[in-house]
């Protein structure tokens, strides 16, 4: 008898494809990065629920008891004074609660915006949770800075100024509240050849500016003028060592090595960070351009604290819009990011010791790690097409 021997067919073993492979990675990457993302949020949110629920003002004081007093508010705008005298005649705790909702309020729509230029649920979700959980946006509102607001003016400015010029212009004066800040915008605006955006913009601002002075009193003028000429040369030399080891510029990452703050040096420093932003403003349509530019914010200024590198939220939202590919956007996202909570670790705040020496827990990687980044743009991008410049309003 013959026995038919058969065999069994079994299925082929397939190998994923690269991009199919790459996907997984990126999505286990993003995954990992929103886990860090929490982690960070849940060590910061309860503080920072804690000083809008108990205080103190902190700083807010300094905005608060010269705007009620009709005073000049140190080197911000002197359209400071008339925009906060209204809520200074509020008690100041509640005056710092409605501060504290507003600039809340700030960064909230800024993570909404982020996440509307993505596509994937994993991608979204890291974007608008880095603009939530950057440690130096908690202590700006724990402490009652400004800066939440100006970064959704430049978010703002930004978003509205393919379609909506004349608003954009007003949005780009409200930076010259701490006018280092309008520098960057500024000279991109020059750069862009955007003339009427740009003397819109000095007109709004200078004008709020005189409206400031004019309310102050006569005197102003001259008491300004003084503290621009005093803080000119050299921004460190009115700080104590500790203040001068809680800049996020220049000057704070020289002394985060262990270096006396130079004036030389930070002047080479912000030459350099220019050049960059103008290499990467050369090859990038407009879109990257604005993304650069604020990325730009804090290299190009000699006075930046911790707290101000709050302007990071504006830079997610503004990367998040870029014509990069999305996998690039989001490591640009997450790795600065990152590398804003290892700053934060390593900058010693509160110091107990406010009389002592200038001391850092490590080196401030942030603002070298912010050209770095701009370099990289520069040197990856081609002049493509105008890449879209979408309307957020």
């Known amino acids: 008898m013959a026995v038919a021997s058969s065999t069994i067919a079994l299925p082929a073993r397939t190998l994923p494809d690269a991009a199919t492979l790459t996907r997984a990675l990126s999505r286990l990457a993003l995954l990992a990065a929103i886990g860090v993302e929490l982690a960070v949020l849940a060590a910061f949110l309860p503080a920072t629920l804690d000083h809008f629920v108990h205080g103190p003002v902190a700083d807010f004081h300094n905005l608060y008891a010269p705007a009620r007093d009709l005073q000049l508010i140190g080197l911000y705008s002197p359209a400071l004074t008339p925009l906060l005298f209204p809520l200074a005649h509020l008690p ?22 982020a996440q509307r230029h993505l596509t994937s649920p994993e991608a979204r979700v890291a974007a608008a949770l880095a603009v939530i959980a950057l440690p130096q946006m908690h202590w700006a509102l724990r402490l009652g800075h400004l800066t939440p607001l100006l970064a959704l003016a430049a978010v703002a400015a930004f978003l509205l100024l393919e379609r909506h010029p004349r608003v954009a212009a007003v949005a780009f004066a409200a930076l010259t509240l701490k006018p280092q800040y309008a520098v960057a915008p500024f000279l991109y605006l020059l750069w862009q050849r955007r003339f009427g955006v740009l003397g819109g913009a000095v007109v709004v601002g200078a004008a709020a500016a005189a409206a400031g002075l004019a309310a102050v009193g006569p005197s102003s003028v001259a008491d300004f003028w003084s503290l621009l000429v005093d803080w000119g040369p050299d921004s460190s030399d009115n700080l104590l060592p500790v203040q001068q080891s809680w800049m996020y510029s220049w000057p704070g990452v020289q002394v985060s090595l262990g270096l006396d703050p130079n004036p030389l040096l930070t002047a080479d420093l912000l030459l350099l960070s220019l050049a960059t932003a103008c290499l990467a403003w050369r090859r990038t349509g407009p879109a990257t351009g604005a993304a650069v530019t604020v990325l730009a914010m804090l290299p190009l200024t000699p006075y930046a604290q911790f707290y101000d590198a709050t302007l990071l939220t504006a830079a997610f939202v503004l990367l998040a819009r870029t014509n990069l ?35 850092t827990g490590g080196v401030f990687w942030l603002t070298p790690a912010l050209v770095a980044v701009v370099a990289m743009i520069a040197l990856l991008s081609r002049r493509l097409a105008p890449d879209p410049a979408k309307d957020g309003a």
């Not at 100041?92 to 915006?113: D, G, H, K, W």
């Not at 997450?334 to 390593?346: D, E, R």
Request: net charge negative; charged share 10%.
């Open 92 to 113: 100041e705790m509640l005056a710092f609660r409605i501060f504290f909702t507003l600039s809340a309020a700030a960064v909230l729509a800024m993570a909404y915006v």
């Open 325 to 359: 590919a999305e996998t690039a956007r989001l490591c640009l996202i997450c790795g600065l990011f990152a590398i804003a909570v290892i700053t934060q670790a390593n900058t010693i705040f509160p110091n107990p010791d406010l009389l002592g020496d200038a001391q």
